[in-house]
């Protein structure tokens, strides 16, 4: 086995967010699903820009932000992603980087614009996202940096790779190459719609062992499973798959084995702003405190801690010295 | 005269931000003088931005702000300035029109890149920015529109635009319209290191009447009649300029003329995030209450209540609906 060089390398979509608030009357116009993610072209994007409010560009991606929270907390990451080299390709890069996450893919000399996801958040925090993935479909199994895979604790990927043809190839490249290296895979379903476009495909990544890991949250988990009961989805995804971690909001979170439920509860926001990157972030506590070695409630409060920060301001990105926080909050000694 | 079209133009720099959190050591490392507007090149532009963390960039601009707040505040607003038809070029654009502001300034299709200021913002929520002016530095006075000056009840020029040449020229052409046309015209003095460079040029502006009403802090105060005392300042400065308004931060504002002097508290802030845009958002609660025919003391209460939501989280836009705000703290029936 080569040695470890990272904690977490997450594999995804490589998206800079333009965040706009809204009202709930935008989104029934544009007819969009609240709290929905919809795959839209760029002749779209640029119609539907140009009706949303004034915003902010901010970097995002799940994977990424995942990734960035992460090393927020003190872990060694790493991000395989693919942008173009247009001014939000420098954008995306420069802020991953600045995060502290080593990122290589090479950025697109051409081909479809980087990719972004217009975010409309509604008073009550909720987002509802729209989103044109450019160049970032056009990440291939060629560009997954094998000698990175190996030397990764935990290889994470997004449900929303499935989205792209070409990146799904990927997906399963990394997937392969980690598990022959001995090493951690984890698969985030992304959103309930993604788990709706996919949920076969993603029960046989989990029943075939191709990931040993699975996050969710309670919709993901009903949607997987086709059920309103989630006592009796949770029975079926422990036998699905070896772990799982599925967040309840405001409710906390469990980790689940097949021979234990451990739970945590959530921490206390002031006011949820914009709820963009909640499980991206949770991903990213538990996975920081995971590769630490930490017990699996320590990890779950450390997501929980991660995710209340994020969705207390604008942006899927933590604004906050995420090692500090858990330090003051006893989580990390 | 001709008909009242707008109530407020402003015309300055078109910028984006790109802001970072940072710290004290990074400040003193790069020798920025906290609090400070430096000008920058694009090279040093690059170099800083490589070095600073991770960014969220949001549409900026000092008088462009001042636009976006009056138009939140229900003001029929316009705002003249130059961006390349560039990536950011279109997110100045879009963003300034979503905000409800008037603006048919053409992007320049050649030279210089959309202008950007790098925002570095300090745990006590001071910014220190370097600004690289790019397309901004290009507006000439013949892209003043003469129609819109004369059809404003106030043109704002902030005193940013005295550092590209061209602009300046442009800043002069619309005070000259403005005032042939019986309008007022307005000035910010916009930081103290600007007052540094042009106080006797700012001097000369007021006192040979080609701006009716001046807006500037007590730092900007000081430094335009190089003193450390208010109280002698003001005296000057009353007798210098028809009308002026002082901002104090917590303790207030005043408005000044020859004849009387009117006060206003500060609005309480549970927490400054980032102090980018509280000038600037200060003088567009002013001008729009002004422009409404509200009474002087009323009139700051609109600017403290503006600046006190701006300077609540990151950027210079408002991100609630100032109007709603003053209407719920009975500024505004």
């Given amino acids: 086995m080569s040695s470890l060089s990272l904690d ?56 990424a932000n995942t ?8 872990a060694r990451t790493g991000f395989i992603g693919k942008v173009r080299g247009d001014g939000l390709g420098g954008v995306f890069a420069h802020d991953i980087r600045a995060a502290g996450v080593a990122y290589a893919t090479a950025a697109a ?53 499935w989205d792209p043809p070409a990146a799904k190839e990927a997906f399963l490249t990394a997937a392969r190459i980690a598990h022959d290296a001995g090493r951690e895979v984890a698969l985030t379903l992304s959103d309930a719609f993604c788990v709706g476009r996919y949920r076969s495909e993603f029960l046989d990544l989990m029943r075939t062992g191709v990931v040993d890991l699975v996050f969710c949250n309670e919709g993901e988990l009903k949607a997987l499973y086709e059920t309103a009961d989630v006592d009796s989805a949770l029975i079926q995804l422990r036998r699905d798959v070896a772990s799982a971690v599925v967040t309840r909001s405001e409710h906390g979170a469990l980790f689940v084995t097949k021979d234990a439920v451990v739970s945590a509860p959530a921490f206390p926001v002031e006011t949820v702003v914009d709820t963009t990157g909640a499980g991206d972030l949770f991903a990213a506590g538990f996975l920081a405190g995971r590769t630490r070695g930490l017990d699996p409630a320590t990890c779950l409060r450390l997501g929980a801690l991660a995710a209340a920060e994020v969705i207390s301001h604008m942006g899927a990105r933590p604004q906050k010295n995420l090692l500090d926080l858990a330090r003051e909050n006893g989580l990390i000694s």
């Fill in 109 to 161: 000399t051409d081909g479809p614009a980087t990719a972004r996801c217009l975010v409309l958040v509604t008073a009550d925090g909720e987002r509802t996202m729209n989103t044109y993935l450019g160049a970032a479909q056009n990440l291939t199994a060629a560009e997954i940096d094998a000698e990175m895979v190996r030397g990764a604790a935990i290889t994470y990927l997004e449900g929303y790779l």
């Fill in 67 to 74: 990734a960035a929270g992460a090393a927020s907390l003190g």
């Fill in 8 to 63: 977490v390398l997450t594999i995804g979509n490589a998206i800079v967010d333009v965040i706009a608030r809204t009202d709930e009357a935008f989104l029934a116009a544009h007819g969009m699903p609240k709290g929905s993610m919809t795959l839209i072209d760029e002749a779209q994007a640029e119609t539907l820009y140009g009706a949303m409010g004034p915003g902010l560009e901010i970097s995002g991606g799940s994977a």
